[in-house]
């Protein structure tokens, strides 16, 4: 079992930055793909960016390509979402994830909370 913990949403203007982190505990973290998805009021949840456990690998969605940078430390057991550049469509509620391999859907075996992050105009 893994149990995940969001922290560090808020309120920002546009043009903005926030940095959310995913505290894990429970089974070894640097065994599980580690990823960050959203779903904004009325939408569906959506992958935003995933990074593999061992190695540097990170995918991210076209959405927030060079805006968003996906990064873990293994020793802490927490990954962490830095998010630059912040826009309106931003506002969601952030979403972690853990899982054997990285996959776009949704179908990852653990999640936390989330934690809301709000973008004003």
């Known amino acids: 079992q893994v149990q995940l913990v969001e922290s560090g949403g808020g309120w920002v203007q546009a043009g903005g930055s926030l940095r959310l982190s995913c505290a894990a505990s429970?089974?070894?973290?640097?065994?599980?793909?580690m990823g960050w998805f959203r779903q904004a009021a009325g939408k569906e949840r959506e992958f935003v960016a995933a990074?593999?456990?061992?190695?540097?690998?990170?995918s991210y969605a076209d959405s927030v390509k060079g805006r968003f940078t996906i990064s873990r430390d293994n020793a802490k057991n927490t990954v962490y979402l830095q998010m630059i550049s912040l826009k309106p469509e931003d506002t969601a509620v952030y979403y972690c994830?853990?899982?054997?391999?990285?996959?776009?859907?949704?179908?990852?075996?653990?999640w936390g909370q989330g934690t809301q992050v709000n973008v004003s105009s």
């Open positions: 429970g089974r070894t973290f640097s065994s599980f793909a």
């Open positions: 994830a853990a899982n054997p391999t990285i996959e776009r859907g949704l179908t990852w075996d653990y």
């Open positions: 990074r593999s456990g061992k190695t540097s690998f990170a």
